[in-house]
Structures are given as structure tokens and as C-alpha cells.
């Protein structure tokens, strides 16, 4: 159910400060694994960092 599974998301996000992507995309991912029990999660995370010269920044991460 795609708006629970953005709503957790957002409340997963805006609930702490997270200094790397790394650790919000480990959060979210263990997170949404464990409620929403899918076979299989692969969870990207990006954000478009300022004064680096990139597009983006991201990370993804899977889980089972």
C-alpha cells in the first residue's frame, strides 16, 4: 500500500536528524522490512547537495 508506505517514510525522515544518507536509507529500509514485511526491498535515497557541483547524492540499499 503505496501511501502507508510514504507516509511511514516521511514520519521516518522528518522524526530525527540523520547526518548520512547511509543512515536514513539503513533506517528506512529496516524500518519498512519489518512492518511491511515485502519478499524483497531495494530503497534509493537521494538529495540534491548544495555548493558540491553535482545533480545529486545517494545511496541504495537492500534488504533480503
Do not use: C, M
Amino acid at each position: 500500500d503505496y501511501p502507508l508506505v510514504a507516509a511511514r517514510i516521511r514520519e521516518l525522515s522528518d522524526g530525527r536528524r540523520f547526518n548520512l544518507l547511509e543512515a536514513l536509507a539503513s533506517t528506512t529500509a529496516d524500518a519498512l522490512y519489518a512492518e511491511f514485511a515485502p519478499k524483497w526491498l531495494k530503497l534509493r535515497v537521494r538529495k540534491q547537495p548544495t555548493g558540491l557541483g553535482v545533480e545529486h547524492s545517494a545511496v541504495i540499499v537492500e534488504r533480503p
